[in-house]
């Protein structure tokens, strides 16, 4: 899943589309695996959901900065409400980046790689 989800985030715009298709199989995958769980070992965070944080945490960070839609609610509803379940546990929400450093510095990758285009 994080193979196509990075692609989805840094392909080329004319490519973008069949990225998101990739990524989203990936993500229908661990939709299904959360079905009727609070977390993917059930009620509490364990391994998987550390594993996913990437999902959890920097893949908003990403669409906002590239500009492409991938965990919407509409398409992901188990998996968007798993994100705010773990994002908002104190265990996790103090150890995670700031969402305002962390976007300025994928800002300045996507102008890097514009520029050197």
Not at 25 to 32: A, K, P, R, S
Not at 53 to 82: A, M, Q, R, S
Not at 86 to 100: A, D, F, H, Q, T
């Amino acid at each position: 899943c994080l193979p196509a989800l990075w692609n989805a985030c840094w392909c080329e715009k004319k490519d973008r589309e069949k990225a998101v298709e990739e990524a989203n199989v990936g993500l229908e995958t661990l939709e299904n695996e959360l079905k009727d769980k609070k977390f993917f070992g059930g009620e509490s965070i364990g391994f998987v959901d550390i594993a996913a944080n990437f999902i959890g945490f920097w893949v908003g960070v990403l669409e906002e900065v590239v500009g492409v839609e991938l965990l919407t609610i509409d398409k992901f509803p188990i998996l968007c409400k798993w994100r705010d379940e773990y994002v908002g546990c104190s265990g996790i929400k103090e150890n995670l980046p700031s969402k305002e450093k962390l976007g300025a510095y994928f800002r300045t990758r996507v102008e890097s790689a514009s520029q050197s285009e």
